[in-house]
């Protein structure tokens, strides 16, 4: 079996904002198998600056998988295991080599074409301009679910922009929910989700900073919109560590994602 690995980069139409910084491009490299005349592809998606990954030996570390592919998936896994995304890339790559066709890994009614998953249409951080013409876009585009970033701009902002679809739009024609990444004070977080929650937002992901398991574990208990774990999760490998985690925390909903 041969392995390598290619380097593309998407760059964003228009810059957008987390409360984290601004992101322009989306870096993803791709792992290629070939063996016995097939092909197996896997995708390694990292966000400069927020994935655990981010580090200066990303690319060594494709190289090294790349060299050492023969050891086997398992024995590679148990290698990279603080390297998220190209355990992803890889795993998904050894799949696409075992798969009827290298792009479907798991036929569905999705798959064919039959069945849809529903997402929800992300709403960037920036200017009041333009998230509002953000949101008008994904409502024209016919999304029932809108996902708002907040934390970056005034929170009396983006409390006027969630009201302005509230007014138009009740609860049950679109699902409205919001990211704050962090971004709120742990004293003032719970007088905000009391705030948010009278708009029937469905849920908050990552109200407070990771890392503060208590503030976070009180904030769950009294909060009235459902929170979803979603930095407090990335980085922490173990999964002895995640249980624990969770346990403590006691979270409404987490995030499952490569990064």
């Known amino acids: ?16 904002g987390t409360s984290r910084g601004i992101l322009k491009n989306k870096e993803t490299w791709f792992i290629i198998l070939n063996d016995n005349g097939k092909q197996g592809i896997g995708e390694c998606g990292i966000l400069r ?5 981010d580090k200066p030996d990303y690319e060594e570390k494709l190289k090294w998988v790349c060299a ?3 050891l086997g998936l398992e024995k590679l896994l148990s290698e990279i295991f603080n390297f998220p995304s190209i355990q992803f890339g890889l795993e998904q790559a050894f799949l696409s080599l075992q798969s009827q066709t290298k792009f479907e890994l798991f036929p569905s009614k999705f798959t ?4 849809f998953i529903p997402v929800n249409g992300l709403v960037w951080m920036g200017t009041k301009e333009f998230m509002k013409a953000q949101i008008k876009e ?18 009396e902002t983006e409390m006027e922009l969630l009201t302005s679809i509230r007014k138009e739009f009740s609860s049950n024609e679109i699902e409205l929910r919001v990211d704050a990444n962090g971004a709120l004070k742990p004293k003032e977080a719970l007088e905000k989700l009391k705030r948010l929650s009278a708009l029937g937002i469905h849920s908050i992901e990552q109200p407070i900073k990771q890392g503060q398991l208590e503030e976070m ?3 769950c208990e009294k909060t009235p919109l ?5 930095e407090e999760l990335i980085g922490v490998f173990s999964e002895t560590k995640k249980e624990e985690i969770v346990q403590i925390i006691q979270p409404q909903f987490i995030i499952l994602k490569q990064v």
């Open 138 to 155: 994904k409502l024209t585009s016919g999304f029932s679910c809108i996902k708002m970033k907040i934390g970056a701009i005034d929170f």
């Open 68 to 70: 050492n592919i023969n």
């Open 112 to 115: 064919q074409g039959e069945k």
């Open 217 to 219: 574990a009180l904030l």
């Open 49 to 53: 600056s927020l994935s655990i990954d």
């Open 226 to 230: 459902p929170i979803a774990l979603d």
């Open 1 to 16: 079996m041969q392995a390598t690995y290619h380097k593309y980069i998407l760059n964003f139409k228009r810059p957008s």
